[in-house]
């Protein structure tokens, strides 16, 4: 029999998996499916299984996060509902940052069931705060702007931000780092005195002591300074999730113990694990420097991530705390989150645009490199778009608030940064499947090694084989191997995030990498995706350019169709004054007549001028049709019954896209144009930028089908659009890259967006796709080659040879620095050009 039940409390594929494997597990399930979009199980079963059962079998292995129930009972959603998010700089959503449960995020702070290292937090608040106010006697007083206490009248003071969950960790983890540093060392001290000849401390106190002052100062760094060691180990041998911090805990949890029963029961040992005191060889040192090294890794690695994600702090701190809303020509200071679609905002100089929007009043030239990445400013008239966080240059505007919130353009790259940090690029996949075997293999090893040595090794045998065995734990780092992926995709998500580049997960900057076809669109992508004035001719020898467009445009003036609108953009920005228009009447699928200055104008195609009975010379007609054969829009203007120029409207294209073409094709590229323009249009444009491929009055399936047949040969296939109509191909695609002027849809439907929208954006995602991969292949090397070459070592084998033994001590700082050596080349990939 077969049941569908809701699930609810699933946030991501790994909540789903997780929730998936949990069902199956229960006894008499044939087989559960789960559907996390749908928030739905089918659960397959040999004989009816009460719905009881399957709520404690969540309940017990969720500790209630997820919850099961009839289609249609919709109580429990209402139970399960996501809890408030603490106050302070981050999100309070964590990860793992092996992201070992896929994109799996947490809720509050701890250790990864699996890997068992921190959960990293989310450094940002899509919606920024504005400065709160406090009462220093009564805190539990907080408002949004400065006053007075409502209780004891003092005045109110400014809010200290709370820390961040990583910058807690940090703090937390220094504090022990430094407890441990100060019961560590005179442990060190007193076991390396051991070398001074005629030991000065034994004729203070006798070795026996020494040995007892030794555990007594090694109880702090055990059981509080580094106790979440044990404590993971132990959770990881229980869920038989072998990682690090197994191979620590039994490292230096061997140690530990044989030092303690050492001293309680000397007489079990026999005497070449003694001094010649009679006392037994203790390693307390052993144990608490490896344990205080790997404590000073975690350290290191929680002051290195915080730096992975600078690009996302980076981001956030674009964003403004207040704004200046206008109410009835009065100026009043807000908070960002006060802010309501609709607002007038005032903009001074050098400010930061709060919200998304569009200048209602004035204009201003704008610094949006934070966002496009390019360090030109951009002029603003009226009626364009600005985006929230970029810099407002020397001119004050009025601007409309159109999207506030998380629906910002910086709150969406912030968000999509995010989502691809923790997402998992397919070469992670060897890397945990080599981690799968890692640990067992490392500890099968170190029994070997102590069966060797024992066996074979010199006196004192069995002190040999202990610590060599114990070296063999410590050494060997299956973090670093896990690191080497995750760590090098979030600080490269993060660079292109601040070059324009928006990567919705980690696959498509592994696919990117190897990609040697790229469909281009033309309309938008190529080109400005606008109509636009290209030339004014003048025909007639009574009438120069300047007064035809003149005519052009004073006519157009009172027309609102986009080809109008264009002229008259042009006009504008020619200086041109805008006469006097009567008569207006537009003549659909023709063009546009009217009366200026006391003569008749007509304006529009060959239709038009038949109408208006125009008499056209054959300068006129030669250069109208030349243009037209280009694939460009003519739109001829008669005054008075004779056609005395023309105006050439075209789609221009964008000054970067030649130059990136280029690029691309030196790289082994091949370009391909797909346009829905007709043949002729197409060919002038593939002319012009060197295309020898290309296709016209392609539809959204012919686009698609083209994709598909690429990909048939053998090809990896990249699409470039910016319209509803490439969303299909864009979605089949190997890499789908949606330009950031285009529609949601395609956006939506493209594992990559360029902000700016042109193409040269395509040749930086390939840049920096060609430099991450190189560094995951590069800590991918490092670290399997350290382990490799590391645990051999540890396991003596140079002794032969050389005499050479690495200490167990050596070996914990060789391992914790080889987690941080990874991290660190990562970061490497910020001051990488792309």
Known sequence: MKHTYRISGMTCNGCRSHVE?????????VEAQVDLQKAEAIIEMSSHIPLETFKEALESDSNGRYSISMPGDHQLEHKHTKPEKPKGKGTGTFYCPMHCEGDKTYDKPGDCPVCGMDLVEEQTQLKPSGTQYTCPMHPEIIRDQPGDCPICGMDLVPMEPSLSAEEKKYKKLSKKFWISVAFTLPIFLIAMSEMIPNNPLYDMLPLKTWNWIQFALSIPVVFYATWM??????????????????????????????????????????????????????????????LTLVLLGQL??????????????????????????????????ITIDAI?????????????????????????????SMITGEPIPVDKQEGDKVSSGTINGKQSFLMTAEKVGSDTLLSQIIDMVNKASRSQAPIQKLADRISGYFVPVVVLISVITFIVWAIFGPEPAYVYALVNAIAVLIIACPCALGLATPMSVMVGVGKGAQNGVLIKNAEALEKMDKIDTLIIDKTGTITEGRPSVEKIGATHVDYSEKEVLQYVMSVNSSSE??????????????????????????????????????????????KMMEEAKASMSDKIINEVTE???????????????????????????????????????????????????????????????????????????????????????GR??????????????????????????????????AAMTLVKGDLQGIVKARNLSVKVMKNIKQNLFFALIYNTLGVPIAAGVLFPFFGLLLSPMIAALAMSFSSVSVIMNALRLRTAKI
């Open 300 to 333: 290191l690695e929680a002051r290195a991530h915080s730096k992975t994600n600078n690009a996302v702090k980076e981001l956030l701190k674009l964003a403004p705390n207040e704004a200046v809303r206008v109410v009835d020509g009065q100026e009043e200071t």
């Open 229 to 290: 060691f044990f404590e993971r180990a132990y959770r990881s041998i229980k869920t038989w999730n072998l990682n690090m911090f197994t191979l620590i805990g039994i490292g230096a949890g061997v140690a530990w113990l044989f030092s303690v029963f050492g001293m309680l029961f000397p007489d079990v040992f026999p005497a070449q694990f003694k001094t010649e005191a009679g006392t037994v060889h203790v390693y307390f040192e052993a144990a608490t420097v490896i």
């Open 561 to 606: 169709h986009p080809l109008a609108e264009a002229t008259v953009k042009y006009g504008k920005e020619q200086n041109t004054e805008i006469l006097k228009t009567s008569n207006f009447s537009s003549v659909t699928g023709k063009g546009v007549t009217g009366t200026v200055n006391g003569k008749t104008i007509a304006l529009g195609n060959q």
């Open 340 to 368: 309501n679609i609709g607002d007038v905002l005032r903009v001074k100089p050098g400010d930061k645009i709060p919200v998304d929007g569009v200048i209602s009043e004035g204009h201003s030239s704008l610094d949006e």
């Open 627 to 713: 243009q037209q054969k280009l694939g460009k829009t003519v739109s001829m203007l008669a005054v008075d019954g004779t056609a005395v120029g023309y105006v050439v409207i075209s789609d221009k294209i964008k000054e970067s896209s030649k130059k990136a073409i280029e690029e691309l094709q030196s790289h082994g590229v091949k370009v391909i144009m797909l346009t829905g323009d007709n043949h002729d249009t197409a060919k002038a444009v593939a002319e012009t930028l060197n295309l020898a491929d290309f296709k016209a009055e392609m539809l959204p399936q012919d686009k698609l089908n083209e994709v598909e047949r690429l990909q048939k040969e």
């Open 716 to 749: 990896k296939v990249a699409m470039a659009g910016d319209g509803i109509n490439d969303a299909p191909a864009l979605a089949k695609s190997d890499v789908g890259i949606a330009m950031g002027t285009g529609t949601d849809v395609a956006i939506e439907s």
């Open 21 to 29: 494997k949990t069902l199956n597990s229960v006894e008499g399930v």
